[in-house]
Structure formats: C-alpha cells, structure tokens
C-alpha cells in the first residue's frame, strides 16, 4: 500500500524564507512531508524545473452571488481563482450583503457544490447594528467590511459609527476590512460636477479624491489604534495613505495594509481613454513610473502587507450601460492577480518568496486561516500551485473565466505561467482551465474556531 496520495517531486518550493529543490508529499489531503526523500505514492508528480508555491489566498473578492449573479457567480468565479493558482478565497457581495447570522447560514447552503475553491464569508458593517458583530463573529464570518462612504447602496460609517464598530469588533478580536474615502468630500465633489453637468469620465477621480482618500485613512487608522480593534485597510492606492498607516501601526495599532494590482500597474489618465472600464473606487492615482516604483517598494518592504484583487466584476455590456455616474464600479481581478505578480518577480519588482509572502502568508495569517492555509509545511493543506518562472504569455481577454469576460490587462505580456493547481491534494486546474468537480468548502472564520 502507497505511504502517501500525491508525490511532488524535483520542483523548487518557495517559502517567504527561501526555496530550495525538494519534494513534497501528501496524504488525505494535508502535507505530512517536505524534503528529500521519495515515499511510495498513489500519483507522482515531476515538477522540474518548475516552482512549487502554497495556494493563492485572495482575501477581497465580490462573486455577486446570490445577488446578481449576471455579473458574476461561485462557479465561474472560482474555476478563474483555480486556473490562476487561487485555492482560497475569502468572498463577500454588496448585492446581498450578510447582516445576520441566518443571512450567512442561508450564503453557505446556497453555495454547497458551486465553488472550485476552499472559501469564508465576510458580512457587512451596516451603521447602527453593531449588537450584531459578536453573534456573526462567532457564526463563522471571516471579517467585517466596513464603508466609510455610501458605495454599492451600503451606507457609509461615521467617524462616530466607526468608533463604535471598532469598540464591538474589538470585544471579540474580530477583524475588519475598512473602505476608506470620506463621505462629506466625495458628497460635496459629486454635488458640483453633477451641478456642472459632468458626465466625462474624468470625474472619476475628482469625486473619489485622493485627499477624500487620505482623510478616512487617517481617522481610521487612529480609530483602530484607540480602540484596540484588529483592521485591514483595503485598496491602499498610494504611498502617502501607506505612510498614515505605517505611522499609527509604529504606534500600536493592529493595521493591515491591502494592496491591488489595478493600482501598480493602471494610472490615472487611463479613465478618459477607457471610461467605464476603469471606474474603482479609489479611482487609479499613478502618474509616472516612480509612482508605481514606490508601490513595489512599500509592498516588498511590508508596508503594503499583502495583496489581493478586489475582484468585483461586470461584463463588457455592462459597463456601456448608462453613464459614468451609474454603470457600477469595479474591475474584474481573479484572473490576473497571480499572473501579475508573477511577473512582478520575473521583472525583479519582487522576489518569488514576496509573491509567497503576499499573496499566500500574510493573508492567511491576517484573516486566521493560518496555519491551515498560506504555507506548504507538514499539517498545512495541500493547496500547491506549480508554476513554469520562463514561459511568456499575453493576458487576453478572450481567456478570462470570469464572467466579465475581459481584464483591464488585455494586451500586456507577462513572463511566469500557472501549470497546475491543487486544492488540498486533488488537481483542480491545469493549462488555465479548471477541472473535475467543484469541491471546494466553507471555512468559517476564527471566531467559530
């Protein structure tokens, strides 16, 4: 009888430490050895010459389902997670938000059977309910998201209803996702260019300013200091808001800093060619290439503490329909995120162990899925992603699995190719496309545990 399930054999598997040329074994779906030797195994795998990487954990995902899932669903969602080297997603949709523990109870029922990859739920901070956080907390969610302005039809947070969020959430240790651009700046900037008659796409980061911005970042992060609260500040579009949040986490607070690819690699004059494919919020803020250079800096120096796509997608159609005031905001990511830091270390922007580092680790730790996930160690999940660090590709939109069906990368070429995913020792994708069934699970979050 085999010793083990899958053998990996001859592959390069990086940590954030290091790399080196092992092996890597798997039984019941855990890892039980990384190292040299070669136990009997059910299936072999050579990975020469390739990377052996944890799974991806994507922590910012909108999957639109239930709620519209015209735009996107679970099933197409996550079979682009898997093809790209993503095995954990942590998912919340602002077209039904989670406000109640029966909300989220009826989330996980609906989503049995429709994921390729593992998954929490996050529910949403509604202002005023905050009686609710510790019974969601101990339910299973993975974190709280948090608006500081109203986006999507959920209403923004006070600083005053921050506060008293943030007091709840700290009571449990209970961790939120804070969207930081301040309500009485993005309310009176939208009042003027609607009084002007605005309907240009240059709009777009006039009404969602860099200094409406910076002032939520830094009420917030002081907020989450003087409250003892555990947060993540999502989409950090530039350095001067990671240096209020580097500032108050040298002073004690327990801050996260979210990166997203859109604001490394898109600038802000990008909305005039392109419009409403290029509606986010915050809207892109890099001018020139020194501003996109201190983005890598911060993140390969941990200011940026890890990435994620902000995956929040609508097709083509879609976003031709209405005008730039009413097509919805948001980009599809799911499907570039690894393929661009991959090529951020091909390029020497990062090295493989940062990809690890912030795309897999830091992630998992900051939302509690550590040490089960982020990692390829003895007991971890056998969530594994083999990567060829040669092959050159160009991102396509016709390749997008997402149902938005095109990526604001179309057109770039990237060195670094997803060959082929695991989710807990079972092949889930190879060659960019999912395979087998969708057997993907809820993971609740760490007040459940």
Known sequence: MPDVDLLVVGGTVVSPSGRSRTNVAVRDGRVVAVG???????EVV??????????????????????APDREDFPSGTAAAAASGVTTILEHTHGRPVRTVADLH????????????????????????????????????AFFKVFTCTTHGVPGHSAAALRTHLRASALVDAVSLLHCEDESLTESAEAVLRAEGRTDAGILPEWRSLDAELVAVAVASLLVRRTGARATVAHVSNAEAAGYLAAERARGARLAAEGCPQYFLLREEEVHPHGAL??????????????EAQLWRLLRQGTLTH????????????????????????????????????????RGHLAYEDVVRVYSEAP??????WPRKGRLAPGADADLVLVDPHARRTLRNADVLSKAGWTPFDGREVTGRVVSTYLRGRLVATDGRPVGERGGTFLPGAGAR
């Open 278 to 291: 290029r509606k986010f919020t915050p809207p892109a803020r890099a001018r020139t290439d020194d501003d």
């Open 36 to 42: 040299p030797d070669r136990p009997q195994a059910d």
């Open 307 to 346: 990435m994620s796509s902000d995956h929040a997608p609508s097709t083509l159609e879609q976003k031709a329909d209405g005008d730039i005031w009413s097509v919805h905001f948001g980009l599809p990511g799911l499907d570039s995120t690894m393929a661009v830091l991959l090529d951020a270390a091909a």
């Open 364 to 369: 998992a730790r900051t939302y509690g899925l």
């Open 106 to 141: 009826a989330k996980v029922d609906h989503l049995r059977d429709r994921s390729y990859v593992d998954f929490g739920l996050a529910a949403h901070a509604w202002p005023g309910e905050d009686a609710a956080v510790a019974d969601l907390w101990a339910a299973g969610v």
């Open 46 to 67: 050579d990975a020469t010459g390739l990377l052996v990487l944890p799974g991806g954990v994507d922590t910012h995902v909108h999957l639109m389902d239930p709620g």
